[in-house]
Structure formats: C-alpha cells, structure tokens
C-alpha cells in the first residue's frame, strides 16, 4: 500500500501482495501493477480499511484488496473490473 497527499486529496492505492510486477490483461483493458505505484510496504487489514476509509481516491487492485473495499462499503460489487484474473476497483469522492 502507498498513500499519496497531494493537496487536499488523499490516494490509497492498494493490491494484492503477490501481484506486484505482473501485467494483466483483457480485451481493451491493461493493468501492470507496479511497484513503484502501490508501493513495497506491506501492511495489515486494519491498516488498509483505515486509509481507504481517509481516502478521497483510491485505486484498488486483486481480489483479496477488492473484496475488502466492498465488505468496508466503499465499492459496489457491480463495478468491479476483472482483467484478465485480476480484480480492480477505483473510488473518487466528489
């Protein structure tokens, strides 16, 4: 997980451990998950729900990550993305 700040936003983008530095894809659809993006620092459940219920964007990646963003209410399970077999969701507050 990585948290950016950048003025008064506030983006978590979180994966699935074991999917970084793989690249995914489904018709017009592409995804790599990079580790400079979503970051090397491993972190709990309880840390992941509290920065993803701080964020005003989030970028969410891999099943594990996804379900968990659905089961906290912050993602409907409707607009999920599947890439490939990667499962992907974002969130924007307005």
């Known amino acids: 997980m990585r948290i950016y700040r950048i ?10 451990s074991e999917l970084v530095g793989n690249t995914y894809s489904s018709g017009e ?8 993006f979503y970051g090397n620092e491993e972190v709990g459940e309880e840390e992941v729900v509290g920065a993803l219920k701080n964020a005003t964007i ?5 099943e594990k990550a996804v ?26 507050t307005l």
């Open 7 to 16: 003025e008064k936003e506030v983006l978590v983008a979180v994966c699935d």
């Open 29 to 36: 659809y592409r995804i790599e998950v990079k580790e400079d």
């Open 58 to 62: 989030a970028n969410i990646t891999g």
């Open 67 to 92: 379900k968990l963003a659905i089961k906290i209410g912050i993602i409907e399970k409707e607009n999920v993305l599947k890439i490939g077999n990667c499962w992907h969701a974002q969130m924007v």
